[in-house]
């Protein structure tokens, strides 16, 4: 009984406290609708509705729900390109960031440990990596568009499905993506104890079973760090990207919402990339504890 | 022809303007099926003198070789027990020592391999844990798991390089005996290192004092006479046990004294010169005041400090 009471308290009662704060200060910051009647010249009554409060544009966090309803219960809807059940367009974005977060795998794993392995290497490759991380990935974008400017594929009805601006999220996605692996992957090459590379020398292992008995798993676990926080900026830049490219996607939506002057839907985005960010996060936490563990 | 022969063999660390020699003029023979102790203080480069023997490193000079053989590099002819176990954590107890016998023994069956392994577990009163990670087992288990994984390479020589000192009293009692009785087994080419006198005397047929560093050398060896009878250790209490023991432990202090090292360390005293009362605080004539003076910031003096 005392167990349920604290386990109530601690883990409901708090986070309950916490969100309705939230509910609140939102209300406030959006204001709310007055209505005054008025006459006008010819003595009818007129309703009119101002809104007042410090954001008067905002929508209350009830105008929110009624605009976001049916995106919600009807998840999956497809009403047109650009017109679906949010979690339809989650799963858009979702499948490009899969393809992007790949490829920054893919590339970032093998370099960092070159890095980790190679002190001439990193001497060469630091300063063009130290400034190449910073970037955002807006300024990305468009060097991927010149990049693959002549990129086009076509399926049987000469619609393209691959074109540039495809290739430019993806290789927007990967080259932020990218850096946390090769760091993490890196330091964790070079953190692996010595002892470990002794036992390798001591046995003659060859370079290739020295790298699959060895190195790689002993650094597993700096590797699922890096692709935990790659993950999350994967997730990050595809708003960016699907705002850019306007294809449809939770970002692609949010932006569209937004210049269809319909606000209330981009708070339903808002929430709803912070939802899957956290899931992927807390996803990726437990593959890496696992490894951890060892 | 001595089975291993270390020559003139020398090395240090850093480099030249700043450099510390840690062995120097080191000297070793040691025959086929002898089982010899390198005892030294902590820190005198017993760990270097280990990596040298086991080629992990390459002496500055002189030549290590075993059997005749130039050493070059290390090799699983040589078997190192390490201190700190050096298992591999996401390897079974079995694993470890699979991934040993699988590289030094490619040619066999797998079932003959596979037998082996079980063997050496078994040797080690391990059976039970052989599937257990490193991570769940105690540092004796994990130091049973190196030593078994060391002998199932068949090395010509084996290296226990402090293999003890990371553990409980009560369980290094029982892995020296254990080690003992492994080496009555089949009387392998030893080399232990430790700071352990009667350790040495328990194990070792001689034992051969290391001096303290920099330039740490190896003393004339000193045999042990004791008979190497079921139980050594009550041979420990007797008279002549006692008088290795004090042989042991007074040549290091001998040497310890020789070596004396002197420290140099950069005081830096305060350096003022106190104002001169005599003229009179009320002086009108400020420059007829002298004030406290500093002559120089810091003026660094060296002392020597016998430690």
């Known amino acids: 009984m005392d167990f349920i009471k604290r386990f109530k308290l601690d883990s409901l009662l708090l986070p309950l406290i916490g969100i309705a704060c939230f509910l609140i200060l939102w209300q406030v910051i959006a204001g709310k609708t007055v209505t005054t009647r008025v006459a006008d010249e010819f003595g009818d009554m007129m309703t009119k509705n101002v809104r007042t409060g410090i954001s008067p544009d905002l929508p209350t966090p009830a105008t929110a729900w009624k605009a976001s309803k049916s995106y919600i219960v009807q998840p999956f809807a497809k009403r047109g390109e650009l017109d679906r059940g949010i979690l339809a367009f989650t799963a858009l974005s979702l499948g490009l960031v899969t393809q992007g977060y ?27 990596i130290q400034v190449l991380r910073p970037v955002s990935p807006l300024a990305w974008f468009p060097l991927g568009l010149v990049l693959f400017s002549s990129v086009k594929l076509v399926d ?11 290739a430019a999220a993806l290789f927007t996605i990967a080259i932020c993506a990218m850096w ?52 999350g900026i994967a997730w990050l830049v595809i708003v960016a990207v ?13 932006w569209q919402e937004y210049n269809a002057g319909s606000y209330s839907r981009i708070i339903l985005c808002i929430l709803i990339i912070g939802v899957i960010g956290l899931v992927l996060d807390r996803a990726m936490s437990f593959i890496e504890a696992r490894f951890k563990s060892i | 022809m001595a ?31 002898e089982f010899v102790a390198i005892i030294g203080y902590s820190g005198t480069g017993k760990t270097t003198l280990m990596s040298l023997l086991a080629g992990l490193i390459e002496p500055d000079t002189g030549e290590v070789r075993l059997a005749g053989q130039k050493m070059e590099g290390p090799g699983p002819d040589r078997g190192i027990v390490f201190q700190n176990y050096s298992l591999l954590p996401w390897l079974s107890v079995y694993e470890n020592i699979a991934l040993a016998v699988d590289q030094v023994f490619p040619d066999w069956t797998k079932e003959k391999r596979r037998a082996h ?9 391990l059976t039970s844990a052989r599937n257990k990670l490193p991570s769940e087992l105690s540092g004796g288990m994990r130091q049973r798991v190196s030593v078994a994984r060391t002998l199932a390479i068949n090395p010509k020589i084996l290296l226990l390089d402090e293999p003890l000192s990371a553990l409980d009293a009560l369980t290094r009692a029982n892995l020296q005996d254990e080690i003992s009785r492994l080496w009555q087994e089949d009387k392998k080419t030893v080399v232990l290192i430790t700071n352990d006198p ?4 328990l194990l070792a047929d001689r034992v051969i004092p290391l001096t303290p560093g920099p330039r740490a050398t190896l003393l004339a060896s000193i045999p042990v006479t004791l008979p ?56 009108l004539l400020f420059s007829a005041r002298r004030k406290p003076v500093r002559k120089s910031e810091i003026q660094p003096i060296s002392v020597e400090v016998e430690s």
């Open chain 2, 228 to 283: 190497r009878s079921e139980n050594r250790k009550a041979a420990l209490e007797t008279i002549e046990g006692k008088r290795l023991r004090n042989e042991i432990i007074e040549r290091l202090q001998a040497a310890k004294k020789n070596t004396g090292s002197a420290i140099v360390r950069k005081l830096v005293l305060p350096d003022i010169e106190p104002e001169d009362i005599t003229k009179g605080r009320h002086s």
């Open chain 1, 242 to 254: 699907e705002m850019l490219t306007g294809r449809p996607g939770i970002g692609g939506f949010l």
């Open chain 2, 117 to 125: 392994i079980e063997k050496f577990i078994a040797t080690v009163n």
């Open chain 2, 3 to 33: 089975f291993l022969s270390v020559h003139q063999v020398s090395k240090g660390y850093g480099p030249r303007w700043n450099r510390s020699e840690v062995l120097a003029d080191i000297n070793l023979e040691i025959e086929e099926g």
């Open chain 1, 102 to 128: 790949i490829i920054a795998l893919v590339i970032g794993t093998p370099l960092g440990f070159f890095l980790g392995l190679s002190k001439t290497f990193t001497k060469a490759a630091d300063p063009i």
């Open chain 2, 198 to 201: 009667d350790e040495a005397i």
């Open chain 1, 180 to 231: 946390p692996t090769v760091m993490n992957t890196a330091v964790g090459v070079r953190a692996i104890p010595q002892d470990y590379l002794n036992v390798a020398r001591v046995l003659k292992l060859s370079r290739t079973k020295t790298l699959f008995k060895v190195l790689i798993p002993a650094t597993l676990p700096y590797m699922f760090t890096g692709f935990r926080l790659s993950l």
């Open chain 1, 156 to 166: 049987a009805q000469q619609k393209t499905w691959f074109g540039a601006s495809d």
